[in-house]
């Protein structure tokens, strides 16, 4: 695990010290791995915990941040070529995981900027029915919009993403990375081989 930020500031409510720290997530955790913390209850209100990330695409362990006064966890999916049409839904385990520690549950897609809520008491699991061209129907949770981060908050970011998607296109489309040819028409050469004599 490596820790991101301290937590500082006390909320009114639980949705606006999630948002305020997947804010904030947006402008500092790297966009290819998943980052997050939870919110407790305190005296005045509502404070969210510091940004660790498991350096992971999928996946982040909050388990040291969760005690008796934890009412709410948080945290981003990215937006992969891979993961780009699962992202705005809470994974399976993300739902089981607030039904089953009785939290609310909110999480920040990187590739909408939307800020989505699960509460496992008010919403249903598994409330999206979606076909993902692969001849199969699965069912995801995807909770409710409660807000959405700045498009300058996001520029990092989304600037990442590009440059990611620019390289695997390349990649895959056998192209070489540079974009330099000077003046030649191809955008690279190739050497003449000379038989050794041997």
Not at 56 to 85: M, Q, W
Not at 115 to 139: A, K, L, M, N, W
Request: with cysteine; proline share 3%.
């Amino acid at each position: 695990m490596v820790s991101l930020i301290a937590a500082l500031t006390v909320f009114a409510t639980v949705d606006e010290a999630a948002i305020s720290a997947l804010t904030h997530a947006a402008t500092i955790c790297d966009p290819r791995y998943e980052c997050g913390g939870v919110v407790r209850r305190v005296n005045g209100g509502y404070e969210a915990s510091g940004l660790i990330t498991s350096n992971r695409a999928f996946g982040v362990d909050l388990g040291e941040f969760y005690g008796p006064e934890v009412v709410a966890d948080f945290h981003t999916h990215i937006c992969s070529i891979h993961n780009k049409p699962f992202a705005a839904f809470f994974s399976s385990s993300d739902a089981l995981a607030n039904q089953g520690l009785h939290t609310v549950g909110y999480m920040l897609s990187l590739c909408d900027g939307q800020i989505r809520r699960f509460d496992p008491s008010q919403d249903d699991s598994d409330d999206e029915e979606v076909d993902f061209h692969s001849g199969r129907v699965i069912y995801l949770t995807i909770g409710h919009i409660v807000g959405w981060v700045p498009g300058d908050a996001t520029r990092s970011w989304r600037l990442a993403i590009a440059r990611t998607e620019a390289h695997e296109s390349r990649v895959r489309g056998g192209a070489r990375a540079s974009t330099h040819t000077n003046g030649i028409s191809s955008a690279y050469k190739t050497r003449t081989r000379h038989d050794s004599g041997k």
